[in-house]
């Protein structure tokens, strides 16, 4: 529980919100590539996976790149009404 103003009580009392939660959908997908590209690097002291631990990332990775390539250009046609 967050202690604010000398009071603890949950975030929802204290109507704190995470970052991820008032994040767009193109900052989601980014933030999701970016994760798992760490994981597969062993960024920040974690062990670099292998073998089929490895393969199933670098195909999440994969596809959480794709979706943050293909977002911008779906919300502009989007946006304009292009099909």
């Given at each position: 529980?967050?202690?604010?103003?000398?009071e603890f009580a949950s975030r929802e009392?204290h109507a704190i919100i995470c970052a991820s939660q008032s994040e767009?959908?193109?900052?989601?997908?980014?933030?999701?590539?970016?994760?798992?590209?760490?994981?597969?690097?062993?960024?920040?002291?974690?062990?670099?996976?292998?073998?089929?631990?490895?393969?199933?990332?670098?195909?999440?990775?994969?596809?959480?790149?794709?979706?943050?390539?293909?977002?911008?250009?779906?919300?502009?046609?989007?946006?304009?009404?292009?099909?």
């Amino acid at each position: 529980m967050p202690l604010l103003d000398g009071e603890f009580a949950s975030r929802e009392a204290h109507a704190i919100i995470c970052a991820s939660q008032s994040e767009g959908e193109l900052d989601c997908a980014y933030r999701r590539r970016d994760k798992l590209r760490g994981r597969l690097d062993g960024a920040n002291g974690i062990r670099t996976p292998t073998g089929a631990k490895r393969d199933r990332l670098a195909v999440q990775w994969r596809e959480a790149a794709r979706k943050a390539r293909a977002l911008p250009s779906e919300a502009l046609r989007r946006r304009f009404g292009m099909s």
